[in-house]
């Protein structure tokens, strides 16, 4: 029988782990002997790399070299063109997975029956749907798409044997993405219930950002002393590819020494650019400043302030900054724990993966199917469950991180987002809201579907996005003004939609949106590129 293994499909590096026979998580070593692989992939005369080897084939052609493509997962209007063939996100993702895959057959000597791909906790459907894609175009059973920060959390509270009951806040800062979420605790004995409270972030914030800080710093000291263009040196791949590789090392230097160096070559001209710790906190100061309001924004919309919150977990590799730890302590003044920066998300992945049950898929209609197609959750309403090794009866509670409505009439006639399913509700969820008829003998209701960061019921049009295909349901009979019209959105823990509409009452008629650009997530999945061994 197959293990079933977490993904950590980071935008800067990707981990996978599984749980021994012994009930212990273990991180999966590449074939390069590392425990984290480089997201990044190169692309050149019909074949691919992945990983570390891809960053030095991209050395000598860095206009093949692609990285950091999380930031855009699930865009439809967005693809990138490499060795003249264009690629989606999903696609590039792709390839990153089956690396990590074949990696992982042969480090377990097994086939691999199932897997829990992480994602940030605020990716929106687009992006969670492009993920999952993604991964079966890999040749996954993918059993879950779960938040990064609640698979976290459950590595966290797993590693813990001691009794709690406390509201943590997970600061989560990756190389791309910053998640923070607010959850709550409840362990007593061996009963351990994890609920997430609320999530914010931005998927576009992470430590590439600190990096480009550092690079824009060294570009200017470099460009003062030789008169150099930095429009220039932006513009060259070469130089570019110089940063993309040195930067981050100096980056990493500066966690752990006052003071790095870094040797710039461009247009004939060699120096050596040194960088304090306290400079780099300087000029990055503004990136930690908008985590910060982040979390007070998220805390600000749930009614909540630091006072609610026990303890500050950090996790991301990017979270190894001095800077972030010395700052939320200045800031906060709770208690500060660094758990398993680089590994926490793929532990957790593992550990839901191993113990919860996914050989059954419950439908909103109480229908079973197999794990193999389409989601494989728990039935509606209910929490993921399972019994770990121990003995210990774990819980976890995920929450909507959009909201998802559509566009109706208000009073005045006038086009508003009225949301039926509002962030932070727990997942899976069916929630109804009624309507009516706006005309005379209307036949058809037209399903604009947005999706939104509002917590109230109704919200301006523009504060949505677009992200489904406008549908029509069509009605039994022709019904007058003011005719009754009951709305479901039914959404499983992956996000996928499902819409209801009832007519005055009588039997339900079911649509599933369909995503807009669906076909662009495709693009350059079924290249006939080849993998390297």
């Given amino acids: 029988m197959g293990k079933k293994i977490g993904i950590d499909l980071g935008t800067t590096y990707s981990c996978v782990a599984y749980v021994d026979e012994t009930g212990?998580?273990?991180?999966?070593?590449?074939?390069?002997?590392?425990?984290?692989?480089?997201?990044?992939?190169?692309?050149?005369?019909?074949?691919?790399?992945?990983?570390?080897?891809?960053?030095?084939?991209?050395?000598?052609?860095?206009?093949?070299?692609?990285?950091?493509?999380?930031?855009?997962?699930?865009?439809?209007?967005?693809?990138?063109?490499?060795?003249?063939?264009?690629?989606?996100?999903?696609?590039?993702?792709?390839?990153?997975?089956?690396?990590?895959?074949?990696?992982?057959?042969?480090?377990?000597?097994?086939?691999?029956?199932?897997?829990?791909?992480?994602?940030?906790?605020?990716?929106?459907?687009?992006?969670?749907?492009?993920?999952?894609?993604?991964?079966?175009?890999?040749?996954?059973?993918?059993?879950?798409?779960?938040?990064?920060?609640?698979?976290?959390?459950?590595?966290?509270?797993?590693?813990?044997?001691?009794?709690?009951?406390?509201?943590?806040?997970?600061?989560?800062?990756?190389?791309?993405?910053?998640?923070?979420?607010?959850?709550?605790?409840?362990?007593?004995?061996?009963?351990?219930e994890m609920e997430v409270i609320t999530t914010g972030g931005d998927h576009l914030l992470g430590g590439k950002d600190w990096d480009a800080k550092l690079t824009e710093y060294i570009t200017q000291e470099f460009c003062s002393r030789t008169g150099c263009d930095p429009d220039e040196m932006a513009c060259d791949p070469e130089c570019i590819q110089m940063f993309s590789e040195n930067t981050e090392k100096t980056k990493k230097l500066l966690t752990s020494k006052e003071s790095a160096t870094m040797t710039v070559n461009y247009d004939g001209q060699k120096e050596r650019i040194e960088i304090t710790r306290e400079k780099f906190d300087e000029i990055t100061e503004s990136k930690l400043n908008q985590t910060i309001s982040l979390i007070d924004n998220m805390l600000n919309a749930k009614n909540m302030s630091m006072n609610d919150i026990d303890e500050i977990i950090l996790v991301g590799g990017s979270t190894r900054m001095p800077q972030v730890k010395a700052r939320l302590e200045a800031e906060y003044g709770k208690p500060i724990s660094s758990f398993e920066p680089d590994k926490a998300v793929a532990m957790g992945a593992a550990l839901m993966a191993s113990f919860a049950n996914y050989a059954t898929t419950k439908t909103s209609d109480g229908s079973g199917s197999s794990a193999g197609g389409g989601s494989s959750e728990l039935s509606l309403g209910g929490a993921t469950e399972f019994t770990d090794p121990q003995g210990r009866d774990f819980v976890v509670k995920v929450k909507c991180t959009k909201s998802y409505?559509?566009?109706?009439?208000?009073?005045?006639?006038?086009?508003?987002?009225?949301?039926?399913?509002?962030?932070?509700?727990?997942?899976?969820?069916?929630?109804?809201?009624?309507?009516?008829?706006?005309?005379?003998?209307?036949?058809?209701?037209?399903?604009?579907?947005?999706?939104?960061?509002?917590?109230?019921?109704?919200?301006?049009?523009?504060?949505?996005?677009?992200?489904?295909?406008?549908?029509?349901?069509?009605?039994p009979n022709p019904v007058p003004k003011g005719t009754p019209l009951e709305v479901t959105f039914v959404m499983d823990q992956d996000g996928t939609l499902e819409v209801e509409l009832s007519v005055n009452g009588g039997p339900k008629q079911k649509v599933t949106p369909v995503r807009l650009g669906n076909d662009t997530n495709m693009v350059g999945m079924e290249s006939s590129l080849k993998l390297q061994q």
């Fill in 405 to 475: 409505g559509l566009i109706a009439y208000d009073e005045n006639n006038q086009r508003i987002l009225s949301n039926i399913i509002l962030k932070d509700t727990e997942k899976p969820c069916a929630v109804s809201r009624n309507f009516s008829a706006s005309v005379n003998n209307q036949s058809a209701a037209l399903i604009e579907i947005l999706e939104n960061n509002s917590v109230e019921e109704s919200c301006p049009e523009e504060e949505g996005t677009k992200m489904y295909e406008d549908s029509t349901i069509q009605f």
């Fill in 24 to 192: 212990r998580v273990q991180i999966i070593d590449n074939s390069e002997g590392e425990q984290t692989t480089p997201s990044v992939v190169f692309i050149s005369g019909g074949e691919v790399v992945v990983g570390s080897t891809a960053r030095q084939e991209g050395g000598l052609q860095p206009e093949c070299i692609v990285e950091r493509v999380k930031n855009y997962m699930g865009d439809p209007d967005y693809t990138l063109n490499v060795d003249g063939t264009d690629y989606s996100p999903a696609a590039i993702s792709r390839y990153i997975l089956e690396k990590l895959v074949r990696d992982a057959k042969d480090k377990l000597g097994d086939d691999i029956d199932g897997a829990i791909v992480t994602c940030p906790a605020y990716f929106g459907d687009h992006a969670r749907a492009a993920t999952r894609l993604a991964a079966e175009k890999a040749g996954l059973n993918v059993l879950q798409i779960l938040d990064e920060p609640t698979a976290a959390a459950l590595a966290y509270g797993y590693s813990k044997q001691e009794d709690m009951n406390k509201t943590i806040l997970i600061y989560d800062l990756g190389g791309g993405t910053f998640d923070s979420t607010v959850m709550k605790l409840n362990f007593v004995g061996d009963k351990r």
